[in-house]
Each structure stands twice: as structure tokens, then as C-alpha cells.
């Protein structure tokens, strides 16, 4: 079936730096994605989403981006953090009814 | 502040025996799941409800049952424990006007041997 996939299994990024997430999506019924974010011990928090009428959307230091051409999400954060580190996992909605299925997830390190 | 409570942070059980494993949430959610996390795989639905006493399966159902008898409280079963359902268990609440914004408890992570 179709999935939603990561470039990425691993993500090291320098505290104040820019770190930019990338997600794939094969499903073109979906018309809704979410960020989830993942710390040790945790489980997923909601970072932000975004539905397919929007290309963008920006939350606080947290933007995501949405290529329906090209079925490409991703998640930057801005000035990176340690408190970044984590596991970041996207998720689609494939229509009203359907359910969210989620990618494997990236995992984002922070170094000083 | 939103709060989603699992039993056990850890759990091992052995083949065949019988297991449950506990949710509560404290927000008046209407709607309830179960997800499995396993490395490289995300998270998997293996059930979620909408009301009390309602369910519906999800992606990966078999091997488990759950129980909504409270609002509050889902619980998931397994009748009869195997290696391969040694995971990480997620909870999660949702209310009816809150999208897909899910809250989640700290999971349980269940080992079978």
C-alpha cells in the first residue's frame, strides 16, 4: 500500500543552526499532514499541521512546507536547540474518514 | 494541563499469558487509541474508539482486543502474549473538535519472552 516515508533515519544539526526535515508522501488523496515530535522516554507531542489547500504554515520557530507536486513535506526549525533533540515523525490523513498513518520518523541531534 | 496515563512504563510477560494494558485519560475525550511503535516502522494503529463501548480496528488488529467501558479508561488486550508483540505501546486521546491533534500517554513498553 501506499506509505509515508523519511529521507533521513538521522538528522545532526549545531545548536543555532537551521534544521530542515524532510518527509515523502505517496498517498495523493491525502489532504492533511502532522508533526509530531518525540523525546526519550516520551510519547509524540503535536508540533503543527497543515491541510492541502496551504503550501505553508508557521508556528513558533517552526514552519512547515507542503510540495503537492512533487508529494514533498518538511519541518524546519529555526535556531536549533538542544531541546530539539528528538524523534520527528510526519503523518497524512488520506481524506475525512481516513486514518492517520505515520512515517518511520527522523531522528534530529543537536550538537554543541 | 492534558494528561494521558498509562499503567506501567514496563512490562514483561511470558508466552501465552494474557495481558492488559491500561489508559486513562483525564481530558473528556471522546475518541481513544491504541498504536504500536517499532523502530523503522513509526507508530501503527491496532485499534481506536470513538465513544464508550465503541471500537474499530485499525491497521495491525490481530492478536488483541480492547475494552471502553469508561470514558476515561481504554485498555487493550492481549489474549495470548507472543515474542512478536514485544513493542512499545502508545495511548492516545483525541476530542471530537480537535482535529487530528492526538495527546499521547509515555507508552508501555512490553517485552514477551
Known sequence: ?112 | DVKVTQSSRYLVKRTGEKVFLECVQDMDHENMFWYRQDPGLGLRLIYFSYDVKMKEKGDIPEGYSVSREKKERFSLILESASTNQTSMYLCASRSLGGGEKLFFGSGTQLSVL
Open chain 1, 1 to 112: 500500500g501506499e506509505s509515508v516515508g523519511l529521507h533521513l533515519p538521522t538528522l545532526s544539526v549545531q545548536e543555532g543552526d537551521n534544521s530542515i526535515i524532510n518527509c515523502a508522501y505517496s498517498n495523493s488523496a491525502s489532504d492533511y499532514f502532522i508533526w509530531y515530535k518525540q523525546e526519550s522516554g516520551k510519547g509524540p507531542q503535536f508540533i503543527i499541521d497543515i491541510r492541502s489547500n496551504m503550501d505553508k504554515r508557521q508556528g513558533q520557530r517552526v514552519t512547515v512546507l507542503l510540495n503537492k507536486t512533487v508529494k514533498h513535506l518538511s519541518l524546519q526549525i529555526a535556531a536549533t536547540q538542544p531541546g530539539d533533540s528528538a524523534v520527528y515523525f510526519c503523518a497524512e490523513k488520506p481524506g475525512s474518514w481516513g486514518k492517520l498513518q505515520f512515517g518511520a520518523g527522523t531522528q534530529v541531534v543537536v550538537t554543541p
